[in-house]
């Protein structure tokens, strides 16, 4: 399995977290129904490095949605610890969750989920917003980041006057806003068209090596896959193989 590291007992308290970003220790989920049973997770543990991205593979129905959905707090567990840069995630109520996800992480999906009433600028400032950054803030991160994915010519045009490829750049620029540690994205090429797919991948991979944030990425296509540090393959609920090596090269100053 992945290494698991600690905080070193000499580090001063206070000090800055150096350890894997992620941690998960032998978690389990399990969904019931009045009939049944489904194991969604079995014993699964993994650690994602600072940095890295990290692409999650398997058949449907494995389990890829749901552990992605646990690790970002997204879910509960039914045993096991998961840690996001040394904060027990597992241990916290449904508010702290909900303010830490807020502030620290960001999110894609593969539907895009903008706002269809509001203009991209006003999409990607609304986890300001909701975080409580004050307006004028809000706006001049939002409008910086919409620049930054190539996209501040449209910072007022609504989700339905720009393209799928837009729509998504401006998701990105959304989950990006906050200068979260960590990025998750479900799928956020499965609406796209090849060419576009690969924009959108370009721009992901800048973004990781500029910035240097981790990306932990569910995805069928075997072109993301290709482009991560690492593949972790899941079946029935489990990880039944990852790359032991890096498929390229970690982003640095994460």
Partial sequence: MFGIGRRKKS???GAP???PIVEARSINKSYRTEEVVVHALRDVSLTVERGEIVAIMGPSGCG???LLNVLSGLDSIDSGEILIAGEPLHKMGDGRRTEYR???MGFIFQSFNLMPVLSSVENVELPLLVSGVPVDRARKMALATLD???LAHRANHRPNQLSGGQQQRVAIARALVNSPAIVWADEPTG???SDTSREVLDLLLGLNRE????FVIVTHDPGVGSLANRIVNMKDGRIVAYSEEPQREA???A
């Fill in 17 to 19: 977290y150096t350890g």
């Fill in 102 to 104: 807020a502030k620290s």
């Fill in 64 to 66: 890829k949605t749901t």
């Fill in 211 to 214: 910035n240097g944030q981790t």
């Fill in 148 to 150: 930054q994915v190539g």
């Fill in 11 to 13: 580090e001063p308290d």
């Fill in 191 to 193: 609406n796209l068209d």
């Fill in 251 to 253: 982003a640095v100053g």
